[in-house]
């Protein structure tokens, strides 16, 4: 019987993760990763921190050595785009004229940022962060600019404003919400991330979108809706992601906010699974299609997806986890809270060293740890066991979080 071909689109954490799975658990059919860029994968969180600030080698942000793919026989395809996906005949188009065919295929394609529409977003000066070509243009950038304007107080607006701060840049942020990430976090954590910014120096102008890109060619200033003129020498927009998913509708495949795949990451169309932020998976703990936009989850879920490609049972039900670091501020956060009664706090918020916890029903459905550490893994317990806490003992940090962790698990 001839080999079998495992297809992935998508050259990039999760899909590279998925390859490495399919080796480490002894497939011997082709497997080959197709990847529209042309860089080999890489993990895009250096991308607002050290590498943007010029303090890591570009080496250290790549999945793997330049030589793990031809060792492992893995055919990397850079370059490629995956045009189109025949279902019916079980083969992927390669930008547009070759076909290939497949007994299992992978969409990990991943998402790409949300685009501002306001007048003047065409102009020269504007841009998005998603990639390392991106991010090489805004090293250059980050070298000759005095003032850079920064659309969304989000994850990657907040780190990169930290990190041109952190090189000397005079850094305004803009965004119609009250706080960073309220609708996110709410407004006890919203407060923390701005004032961290404020201290650092930031003009954090909020309750305020853009009205308009102003400029003769190139962008020059942004006014927002309150009226304030904001002169700058160019602008990053960090205003969200979408998950690119019209491979997978263009072919057929069942996509809700993302490709829908069950439990086991299996899309609508068998033999055809999904992973990282393109995936709506089905959660069984949540009980719900969740999709995830975070590092952790590429990492988990690719191979995951690569164990079911196997015919393995898999059943993904990681509890969502993500990290940001900005200046001397890291945090961590679990969990996926999407309501909740109180936020809670555990340590010294003024000092920069807290967990919050987000309580429903007296249960911890999310966490996130300050400039605290070794402590997720409680977190991740804590709302997974479903079980009402002492709110006294949780935010007294005598009281250690492993003992209320056994407690609600008892
Ligand atoms: C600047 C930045 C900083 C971040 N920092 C953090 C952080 O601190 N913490 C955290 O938890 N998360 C962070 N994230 C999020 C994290 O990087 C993403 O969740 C992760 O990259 C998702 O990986 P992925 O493999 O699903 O998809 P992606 O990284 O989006 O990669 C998908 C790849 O597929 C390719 N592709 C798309 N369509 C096709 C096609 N048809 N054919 C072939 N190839 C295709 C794309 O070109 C791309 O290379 C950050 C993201 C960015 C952009």
């Known amino acids: 019987m001839s080999k079998q071909t495992f297809v ?28 529209t860029e042309s860089e080999r994968p890489y993990e895009r969180p250096p991308l607002t921190k050290d590498y943007l600030r010029g303090e890591s080698e570009r080496e250290k942000a790549y999945v793997h050595g330049a030589d793990f793919y031809a060792q492992h026989d893995i055919e990397l395809m850079t370059g ?36 501002i529409t306001a007048p003047g977003a065409d102009l020269d000066g504007i841009y998005y962060m998603r990639s390392l070509a ?14 850079v304007a ?16 952190q090189l000397g840049l005079e850094v305004t942020v803009i965004d119609p919400l009250a706080l960073p990430n309220e609708r996110i976090f709410g407004a006890e ?15 954090m102008l909020l ?11 190139s962008m020059a200033r942004v006014r927002t809706s309150a009226g304030k003129v904001v002169e700058c020498d160019f602008a990053v927009v960090g205003i969200g992601i979408t998950p690119r998913t019209g491979l997978a509708a263009d072919a057929g495949v069942a996509v809700d906010n993302g490709v829908v795949t069950n439990e086991r990451l299996e899309t609508s169309a068998p033999g055809v699974f999904a992973a990282g932020d393109v995936a709506s998976g089905w959660h069984p703990f949540y009980e719900q299609h969740i999709r995830v936009e975070h590092w952790a989850n590429a990492l988990n879920q690719g191979p995951a997806a690569a164990r079911a490609m196997l015919g393995e049972d898999v059943s993904f039900d990681r509890i969502p986890y993500f990290f940001s670091d900005q200046y001397d501020v890291g945090m961590e956060y679990s969990g996926y809270a999407t309501s909740w009664d109180e936020v809670v706090f555990r340590g010294d918020r003024d000092a920069g060293e807290f967990i919050a916890f987000w309580l429903s029903d007296g249960r911890v459905v999310g966490g996130m740890n300050v400039n605290v550490w070794d402590v997720n893994q409680h977190v991740q317990e804590l709302i997974r066991s479903r079980r009402p806490v002492d709110v006294g003992a949780l935010t007294d940090p005598d009281t250690p979080l ?9």
């Open 8 to 35: 992935i689109a998508g050259a990039s954490l999760a899909g590279a993760k998925a390859a490495q799975e399919l080796r480490e658990r002894g497939f011997d059919g082709r497997v080959v990763l197709i990847g």
């Open 402 to 410: 492993e003992s209320l962790v056994s407690e609600t698990t008892a």
């Open 207 to 217: 309750g305020q979108g853009v009205e308009a890109f102003e400029g003769d060619g």
């Open 134 to 147: 991106d991010c090489d243009v805004l090293r250059r950038r980050l070298d000759d600019s005095g003032r």
């Open 150 to 165: 920064v659309v969304g107080a989000g994850w990657i607006g907040s780190e990169f404003a930290a990190s041109a701060r």
């Open 80 to 115: 490629t785009t995956v045009t189109a996906i025949d279902l019916g005949g079980s083969s992927v188009t390669l930008d547009g004229d070759r076909e290939l065919s497949y007994e299992r295929l992978l969409l990990t394609t991943g998402s790409e940022p949300r685009r």
């Open 189 to 203: 954590v919203g407060g923390f991330y701005r004032d961290v910014h404020v201290q650092h120096g930031v003009e």
